[in-house]
T-cell receptor, first 114, second 113 residues
Framework: AQSVTQLGSHVSVSEGALVLLRCNYS??????LFWYVQYPNQGLQLLLK??????LVKGINGFEAEFKKSETSFHLTKPSAHMSDAAEYFC????????????FGKGTTLSVSS | DADVTQTPRNRITKTGKRIMLECSQT?????MYWYRQDPGLGLRLIYY???????NKGEISDGYSVSRQAQAKFSLSLESAIPNQTALYFC????????????FGPGTRLTVT
């Protein structure tokens, strides 16, 4: 069975500071990993994904994440936070097989203060 | 126009009532999903459909049913609503080649009193 654990339900940073949102996964097969973002009163949108190949993946709005198999982690980072980054972020996993839906973590709310 | 639409956007209903949430998409995707979002619990999969004739239960299907009326339409029904079904419901779609890249609707906020 697969699962995702997001460490920290709420993260607060100052504008311009590093953003680090943590995600650990459990999977019996090589996983596909994703980060989705949900802005207030909106649906989720894909931020970035790891399937195969390069373990450092870049997404929209300056975010990136690194797949570390040895640590079973897929942490999301951004060098400098903007006020517009305030949102809820979800890590998700799916096995690399066709026909399986996403399993989401519980989410991390990012607050950015000026 | 939005690619994935959900109606209604907000609904308040009473315990025991039957209610249907509707989802339509213009992306041409084969696969459609219904999720439920509760604070602190993330999104949990209720049902998913790979095509009109293929419907599958998700993690929390009890108390819910679905209908895939056409490739573009996927409805979620609560046969007899109960208060703990109060939640934010999302529909999503994906194509068969990139199943993991899901596109979400704006959500339906359902309150059962």
């Amino acid at each position: 069975a697969q699962s995702v654990t997001q460490l920290g339900s709420h993260v607060s940073v100052s504008e311009g500071a590093l953003v680090l949102l943590r995600c650990n996964y459990s999977s019996s097969v090589p996983p596909y990993l994703f980060w989705y973002v949900q802005y207030p009163n909106q649906g989720l949108q894909l931020l970035l994904k790891y399937t195969t190949g390069a373990t450092l993946v870049k997404g929209i709005n300056g975010f990136e994440a690194e797949f570390k198999k040895s640590e079973t982690s897929f942490h999301l980072t951004k060098p400098s936070a903007h006020m517009s980054d305030a949102a809820e972020y979800f890590c998700a996993v799916t096995p690399n097989q066709a026909g399986t839906a996403l399993i989401f973590g519980k989410g991390t709310t990012l607050s950015v203060s000026s | 126009d939005a690619d994935v639409t959900q109606t209604p956007r907000n609904r308040i209903t009473k315990t025991g009532k039957r209610i249907m949430l509707e989802c339509s998409q213009t992306k041409g995707h084969d696969r459609m999903y219904w999720y439920r979002q509760d604070p602190g619990l993330g999104l949990r999969l209720i049902y998913y459909s790979f095509d009109v004739k293929d419907i599958n239960k998700g993690e929390i299907s009890d108390g819910y049913s679905v209908s895939r009326q056409a490739q573009a339409k996927f409805s979620l029904s609560l046969e007899s609503a109960i208060p703990n079904q109060t939640a934010l419901y999302f529909c999503a779609t994906s194509d068969a080649e990139r199943v993991y890249e899901q596109y979400f609707g704006p959500g339906t906020r359902l309150t059962v009193t």
